[in-house]
């Protein structure tokens, strides 16, 4: 499941990667025009469903494996954000897992990054009401919506963003 996958870059990686896997992209209407075109691509074999909606609001289905939020939770506000993230929670199989990349603050690796990340965070305010936000946030947000371990890794191709894992329990 790609929760806001627009143009459908990564669900398409992730398949080519992976022969056996399938995708969901999530999105609203105007954001999936750009993924249309891999509805079509042969070694994709038709692996890549587009579901038009508002991820805040309507139904992404069950039974998934893994939720991709890429770049997403700076563009909500914190009570969207658990809502959210409840909502994914309730779409993963048991033992399925969320991935976040976001660019969290905290962990800037010099103050140039440092000074980007707060000109993101009042870019972000203004442009969508949302804001960069610290992974201590994000992990209390994944647990209160039932995730376990929330951990993160910064990503070293990409200075000031963290990948943000998290499982769901498993049931006997």
């Given at each position: 499941?790609?929760?806001?996958?627009?143009?459908?870059?990564?669900?398409?990686?992730?398949?080519?990667?992976?022969?056996?896997?399938?995708?969901?992209?999530?999105d609203?209407?105007?954001?999936?025009?750009?993924?249309?075109?891999?509805?079509?691509?042969?070694?994709l074999?038709?692996?890549?469903?587009?579901?038009?909606?508002?991820?805040?609001?309507?139904?992404?289905?069950?039974?998934?494996?893994?939720?991709?939020?890429?770049?997403?939770?700076?563009?909500?506000?914190?009570?969207?954000?658990?809502?959210?993230?409840?909502?994914?929670?309730?779409?993963?199989?048991?033992?399925?897992?969320?991935?976040?990349?976001?660019?969290?603050?905290?962990?800037?690796?010099?103050?140039?990054?440092?000074?980007?990340?707060?000109?993101?965070?009042?870019?972000?305010?203004?442009?969508?009401?949302?804001?960069?936000?610290?992974?201590?946030?994000?992990?209390?947000?994944?647990?209160?919506?039932?995730?376990?371990?929330?951990?993160?890794?910064?990503?070293?191709?990409?200075?000031?963003?963290?990948?943000?894992?998290?499982g769901?329990?498993?049931?006997?």
């Open positions: 499941l790609d929760v806001g996958g627009g143009h459908g870059r990564y669900a398409a990686e992730f398949c080519r990667a992976y022969p056996q896997l399938s995708a969901v992209i999530v609203l209407p105007t954001a999936l025009e750009s993924a249309r075109d891999l509805l079509e691509m042969p070694e074999n038709g692996r890549i469903s587009l579901q038009a909606g508002d991820f805040l609001t309507d139904d992404f289905g069950t039974d998934f494996d893994l939720a991709l939020l890429i770049n997403i939770v700076h563009g909500l506000s914190p009570d969207q954000n658990r809502q959210l993230l409840a909502r994914v929670h309730e779409a993963l199989r048991p033992g399925g897992w969320v991935a976040i990349v976001e660019q969290f603050v905290g962990r800037a690796p010099g103050p140039a990054v440092n000074a980007i990340q707060r000109l993101l965070d009042l870019n972000y305010h203004l442009a969508l009401g949302g804001r960069t936000y610290r992974f201590s946030e994000a992990a209390e947000w994944l647990t209160e919506a039932g995730f376990t371990s929330p951990r993160r890794s910064n990503l070293r191709s990409a200075p000031g963003t963290s990948l943000v894992v998290a769901t329990a498993r049931t006997e």
